[in-house]
């Protein structure tokens, strides 16, 4: 089915443990995004990537890097993880205003 | 600073009443507003959208209304029906039909009881 894909789908880390999280879409979007779900906070935003080459910070970004690989991948890169980042981790793809999400990365960093 | 923000963390409607969730934003350049919702387990999905030049939009059991002078929306859905238990995010752009970052409220979580 053509969509966003995540991997993985659970992840646990050791404080301090570096990974990076994938993701990749078939519609041939330019613009992806990577998003954070917690408690009371709904989606905030951590980075974006209006097109191919190109990163911006959004709400959240500390902590985190980004690699826009080519058009279709887009990576979320945590180099030393802390428990503030447990969290659910979405990304998106939009063409204009209709974005896709994936299903989602449940990370606990312990 | 919650530039869109869903006060309401939780509704509880009877199957085939009406349920209302309600929206406020803070950033007037703000002119294209979507509701999401999202089950557990998957990825939110995108469910209806209005933009500023309209006050409402109507999709089936989904109608969408908005009030730029109070900077308020809010979404109905009638009759609610138990599949629509989910939480319902709002979102907010302010770039209509140019794509652009979404800002998002907490999310609403309905239950809807048979």
């Known amino acids: 089915n053509a969509g966003v894909t995540q991997t993985p789908k659970f992840q646990v880390l050791k404080t301090g443990q570096s990974m990076t999280l994938q993701c990749a879409q078939d519609m041939n979007h330019n613009s992806m995004y990577w998003y954070r779900q917690d408690p009371g906070m709904g989606l905030r935003l951590i980075y974006y990537s209006a097109s191919e080459g190109t990163t911006d910070k959004g709400e959240v970004p500390n902590g985190y890097n980004v690699s826009r690989l080519n058009k279709r991948e887009f990576s979320l890169r945590l180099e030393s993880a802390a428990p503030s980042q447990t969290s659910v981790y979405f990304c998106?793809?939009?063409?204009?205003?209709?974005?896709?999400f994936g299903s989602g990365t449940r990370l606990t960093v312990v | 600073d919650q530039q869109v923000k869903q006060n309401s963390p939780s509704l509880s409607v009877q199957e085939g009443r009406i349920s209302i969730l309600n929206c406020d934003y803070t950033n007037s350049m703000f002119d294209y507003f979507l509701w999401y919702k999202k089950y557990p387990a998957e990825g939110p999905t995108f469910l209806i959208s209005?933009?500023?030049?309209?006050d409402k939009n109507e999709d089936g059991r989904f109608t969408v209304f908005l009030n730029k002078s109070a900077k308020h929306l809010s979404l109905h859905i009638v009759p609610s029906q138990p599949g629509d238990s989910a939480v319902y995010f709002c979102?907010?752009?302010?770039?209509?039909?140019?794509?652009?970052?979404?800002?998002f409220g907490q999310g609403t979580e309905l239950s809807v009881k048979p």
């Open positions: 979102a907010a752009s302010p770039f209509y039909n140019q794509g652009g970052k979404l800002i």
């Open positions: 998106a793809s939009s063409e204009l205003q209709g974005y896709t």
């Open positions: 209005i933009s500023s030049i309209k």
